[in-house]
């Protein structure tokens, strides 16, 4: 009896699962690679692992919206979705001139590999 609690609890967690795996991922990507472009791309994983957290920490089982009517209830807080829209927008705004400032980059350097950027910004 005690195992299949734990088993359930284990299934019922998976969003957990896909947040540690998505952070992971992000950060591995952005400490990791050399190249700039990946580098976003690690940042943006990151970022969606840090959405899911919210998404997951706001969600409230037979939760109805914000919207109060006769006999309604419990209701589910607007905060964190409004937080995760503004970060939503935040994170492309970013990811736009992140992008933009690689291909200025690349057209005055034609490489995007940190390293070799870091010996010619010494030479």
């Known amino acids: ?5 734990q088993l359930d609890l284990l299934a019922s967690r998976y969003n957990y699962y896909a947040v540690v795996l998505l952070l992971g991922i992000g950060l591995y990507t952005v400490v990791e690679s050399p190249n700039l472009v990946k ?3 690690g940042m943006n994983v990151f970022q969606t692992g840090i959405f899911l957290f919210f998404i997951t920490l706001a969600y409230r089982t037979g939760g109805n919206p914000p919207v109060v009517t006769e006999g309604g209830g419990p209701y589910v807080s607007p905060l964190p979705h409004v937080l995760i ?12 001139v992140a992008l933009a400032l690689i291909v200025r980059i690349y057209s ?3 490489t995007l590999d940190e390293e070799t950027l ?6």
């Open 1 to 5: 009896m005690n195992e299949l609690l």
């Open 39 to 41: 580098k976003v791309i």
């Open 85 to 96: 829209l503004t970060a939503i927008v935040v994170g492309v705004s970013l990811t736009a």
């Open 118 to 123: 870091e010996q010619l910004y010494y030479d």
């Open 108 to 110: 005055e350097y034609g």
